[in-house]
């Protein structure tokens, strides 16, 4: 592809070379004549000046490094995106039914769907259309993933989850599975029964080895465009708003309640019956305790979890106390020294 080509196709207006060919992606520090490469943030200046890069995208605002081929752009990062998939598209089986899927003639599957070897799906169960579901997975009773879904192999969706459209789901992942209600009855655990279901909206995307429990009563909820890392725990009747991002081994207890647009980092733990509202931020390993409010906007980071500004103030005190002991320590030796003298 030329650039010229690749900057129509982006919507945008190049400089330099429009006539250079060019064939792959990388990054800014690795690519070489035939890449493209992107540069953003305060660096990207000089970053880009020293890239060896066939075709940089660049801010609108930042000057062109002398001698380079670039394409001027909004949001170079979101350009990029873009660019990769243009040179690197999914791939996805061929349409059909491995002979050795299992699957329910009470089963609904649309057009052009492909499911994958020893592949269960059970009745009542009903695919969108080009969704494709990987081998050894096992689709319950009553499950609806929507259309230009992608589950890949061994997932297991249980009964009575709802999936919408262009859902991505990796490997080890359970959707559904009972949540942890237990109840003490006398000299034992009784098991709350587990009748509830899930609802998951559009675009979400879920790692490897990730769960999301069903609802004891009631609806486990999950909005548009959540994106959950691999080891990701969702427990019982969480609700999740709309565009939210949970990293690694977070774990979410249940009744938690998220909403829009909250970022929430590695290992972080809720407690049960947590709010965060919108736009929050949890560092990683920050500790929610129960029933606690995290207000809208906020940053938090540590355990239990507190002001950005009011951890790193604590963590600064914390770093002076080794001084202050060898302060008390000189002082109680001048106090003994005194005591001597003056018995």
């Given at each position: 592809?030329?650039v010229?080509?690749?900057?129509?196709?982006?919507?945008?207006?190049?400089?330099?070379?429009?006539?250079?060919?060019?064939?792959?992606?990388?990054?800014?520090e690795?690519a070489?004549?035939?890449d493209?490469a992107?540069?953003?943030?305060?660096?990207?200046?000089?970053?880009?000046?020293?890239?060896?890069?066939?075709?940089?995208?660049?801010?609108?605002?930042?000057?062109?490094?002398?001698?380079?081929?670039v394409?001027?752009v909004?949001?170079?990062?979101?350009?990029?995106?873009r660019?990769?998939?243009?040179f690197?598209?999914?791939?996805r089986?061929?349409?059909?039914?491995?002979?050795?899927?299992?699957?329910?003639?009470?089963a609904?599957?649309?057009?052009?769907?492909s499911?994958?070897a020893?592949?269960?799906?059970?009745?009542?169960?009903?695919?969108g259309?080009?969704?494709?579901?990987?081998?050894?997975c096992?689709?319950?009773?009553?499950?609806?993933?929507?259309?230009d879904?992608?589950?890949?192999?061994?997932?297991?969706i249980?009964?009575?989850?709802?999936?919408?459209?262009?859902?991505?789901?990796?490997?080890?992942?359970?959707i559904?599975?009972?949540g942890?209600?237990?109840?003490m009855?006398?000299?034992?655990?009784?098991?709350?029964p587990?009748?509830?279901?899930?609802?998951?909206?559009d675009?979400?995307?879920?790692?490897?080895?990730a769960?999301?429990d069903?609802?004891?009563?009631?609806t486990?909820?999950?909005?548009h465009?959540?994106?959950?890392?691999?080891?990701?725990?969702?427990a019982?009747?969480?609700t999740?708003?709309?565009?939210?991002v949970?990293?690694?081994?977070?774990?979410?207890?249940g009744?938690?309640?998220?909403?829009?647009?909250?970022?929430?980092?590695?290992?972080?733990?809720?407690?049960?019956?947590?709010?965060?509202?919108?736009?929050?931020?949890?560092g990683?390993?920050c500790?929610?305790?129960?029933?606690?409010?995290?207000?809208?906007?906020?940053?938090?980071?540590?355990?239990?979890?507190?002001?950005?500004?009011?951890y790193?103030a604590q963590?600064?005190?914390?770093?002076?106390i080794?001084?202050l002991?060898e302060?008390?320590?000189e002082l109680?030796r001048?106090?003994?020294d005194?005591?001597?003298r003056?018995?």
């Amino acid at each position: 592809m030329l650039v010229r080509e690749l900057a129509e196709w982006l919507g945008a207006e190049f400089e330099g070379d429009g006539g250079r060919a060019v064939t792959g992606v990388a990054e800014l520090e690795a690519a070489g004549p035939e890449d493209v490469a992107f540069a953003a943030g305060a660096k990207a200046g000089k970053q880009a000046a020293a890239s060896r890069a066939g075709c940089l995208l660049i801010p609108k605002d930042l000057a062109r490094p002398e001698g380079r081929t670039v394409i001027r752009v909004e949001d170079p990062r979101a350009a990029f995106i873009r660019v990769v998939r243009r040179f690197h598209p999914a791939r996805r089986p061929e349409p059909g039914i491995h002979p050795s899927a299992i699957v329910s003639p009470e089963a609904e599957l649309g057009a052009e769907v492909s499911v994958g070897a020893y592949t269960v799906i059970e009745a009542g169960a009903r695919i969108g259309d080009r969704t494709v579901v990987g081998a050894g997975c096992y689709i319950g009773t009553g499950v609806v993933i929507g259309e230009d879904g992608l589950i890949h192999a061994n997932v297991t969706i249980h009964r009575d989850v709802t999936i919408g459209k262009r859902a991505v789901v990796h490997s080890g992942a359970v959707i559904g599975a009972d949540g942890f209600g237990f109840v003490m009855a006398g000299d034992h655990y009784e098991k709350f029964p587990q009748v509830g279901r899930v609802e998951i909206g559009d675009d979400f995307e879920m790692g490897a080895n990730a769960c999301v429990d069903r609802a004891a009563l009631g609806t486990t909820r999950i909005g548009h465009g959540v994106k959950l890392d691999n080891m990701v725990h969702v427990a019982h009747n969480v609700t999740i708003g709309n565009h939210v991002v949970a990293a690694a081994q977070t774990g979410i207890s249940g009744g938690v309640v998220i909403e829009d647009y909250v970022v929430i980092a590695g290992q972080v733990g809720l407690a049960d019956k947590v709010r965060i509202e919108t736009r929050a931020v949890l560092g990683a390993q920050c500790g929610v305790p129960s029933s606690k409010i995290i207000r809208a906007g906020q940053t938090v980071w540590g355990t239990p979890a507190r002001p950005i500004k009011e951890y790193l103030a604590q963590l600064a005190q914390l770093s002076r106390i080794a001084a202050l002991r060898e302060q008390v320590a000189e002082l109680q030796r001048r106090v003994r020294d005194l005591e001597e003298r003056n018995p």
